[in-house]
């Protein structure tokens, strides 16, 4: 696997997102099934895995931990905080809850710790700028993490370049993590740039566009009572046979290349930048390995403009978020 820098590590191209193995879209894999998934990962030179408190409440920590935690000198470890699930009626039942409180963050910590059973998170995420809390508090608590040596580099997910900068003045920030894929390019804004200047690292989530991109995803009808697509614009039946237009050019042009339209799109990353890392997730072994085999994917500048066309934030039907998950974001925004 071709090696792309990370903050101060140095890991793999492509790494795994560790959110599908118990959360978001299908249900959650076994212990048995996770640990077939996260050995094969490791098989294929996958040495970057993002976890957080915030999939499964806690449960994929738990897995990478329990199955992970012996390789730990292996790989880098990116987990996030200030979203998790709390107790809020004290009946056991757990509701998501963006809080960016100092005594949260360092709460949250503490039990990543235990679940993800290591001394120290190598890069750990502010998952959401809490809007009721200072950018600079939030970062002030996880820089106090660093001193005490419990998570290595901080990371911010979903914020602007402004709420980047800021957050720059009270601790050198090591990456930021947002979506980024063809469907969507609101890091183009102006996020990218500022990365870039400022030396951070970019990781893009959601870089097979949540399966569009993949080609394989044609009936959203289909789609699980609780997968959270159902809740996403771009996904409902009208936008969605829209959008799959889209893709009879952009599968001909893998065709075209020999590779399969996953890689495409994780190519396509790959070429806007060497500071980009993109991070699908997959709950299968073969996918795993097929998007891990895009990681020296090379496009001419030619190439990149053409796929620049043929699907673009113009193009695509939908937000990409619904209203409440959009207020929840600080990215600066095309509409
Ligand atoms: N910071 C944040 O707020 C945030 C938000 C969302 C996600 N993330 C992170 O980003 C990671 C990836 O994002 P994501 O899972 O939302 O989107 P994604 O990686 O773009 O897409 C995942 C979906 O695509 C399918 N897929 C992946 N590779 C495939 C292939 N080669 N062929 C066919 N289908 C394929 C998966 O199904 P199969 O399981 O069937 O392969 C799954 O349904 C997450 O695991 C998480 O770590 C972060």
Same mark, same amino acid.
């Given at each position: ?18 959110m ?27 040495t ?29 470890l ?8 709390v107790?809020k ?7 998501? !809850?963006?809080? +960016? %409180?100092a &005594? $949260? =963050? ?6 990543? @710790?235990?679940?993800? *059973? ?16 200072p ?10 993490? !660093?001193?005490e +040596? %419990?998570? &290595? $580099? =901080?990371?911010l997910?979903?914020?602007?370049? @402004?709420?980047?900068? *800021?957050?720059c ?20 804004i ?10 951070v690292?970019f ?33 409902s039946?009208?936008?969605y ?31 806007k930048?060497?500071?980009?890392l ?35 934030h ?9 209203e ?12």
């Amino acid at each position: 696997m071709q090696q792309r820098q990370l903050g101060p590590f140095k890991v793999g191209a492509i790494g795994l997102g560790c959110m599908n193995i118990c959360h978001a879209y299908a249900n959650a894999l076994s212990e048995h099934q996770a640990e077939r998934l996260l050995l094969g990962a490791l098989d294929l030179g996958v040495t970057h895995f993002d976890t957080a408190a915030l999939y499964g409440f806690g449960a994929s920590e738990r897995m990478v931990g329990n199955i992970l935690s012996k390789y730990r000198s292996q790989f880098t470890l990116a987990s996030k905080c200030g979203m998790q699930g709390v107790d809020k009626k004290g009946d056991g039942v757990l509701v998501r !809850v963006i809080d +960016g %409180k100092a &005594q $949260t =963050i360092k709460k949250t910590c503490e039990d990543a @710790l235990k679940r993800l *059973k290591t001394d120290v998170i190598d890069l750990y995420y502010l998952h959401r700028w809490d809007k009721e809390v200072p950018i600079e508090d939030s970062v002030g608590a996880l820089s106090d993490l !660093v001193r005490e +040596g %419990k998570i &290595q $580099t =901080i990371g911010l997910s979903e914020v602007s370049s @402004l709420t980047l900068r *800021k957050a720059c003045a009270v601790h050198p920030v090591a990456a930021v993590q947002t979506e980024y894929s063809l469907w969507t390019r609101n890091p183009e804004i102006e996020l990218l740039s500022v990365c870039k200047e400022l030396g951070v690292s970019f990781v893009a989530f959601s870089p097979v566009a949540r399966g569009f991109l993949t080609g394989a995803l044609n009936d959203v009808s289909n789609l699980g009572e609780k997968d959270i697509r159902r809740s996403m614009p771009r996904f409902s039946t009208e936008n969605y046979k829209k959008n799959i237009e889209l893709l009879s050019e952009y599968k001909n042009f893998a065709t075209s290349r020999g590779i399969t339209p996953a890689q495409v799109a994780l190519g396509w990353l790959l070429n806007k930048g060497e500071n980009i890392l993109p991070i699908p997730g997959t709950q299968s072994l073969e996918h795993l390995r097929e998007n891990c085999a895009a990681h020296s994917v090379q496009f001419t500048a030619q190439e990149m403009a053409e796929l620049d066309i043929l699907i673009n934030h113009q193009n695509v039907s939908g937000h990409r978020y619904n209203e409440q998950s959009r207020s929840e974001v600080d990215t600066e925004d095309f509409v």
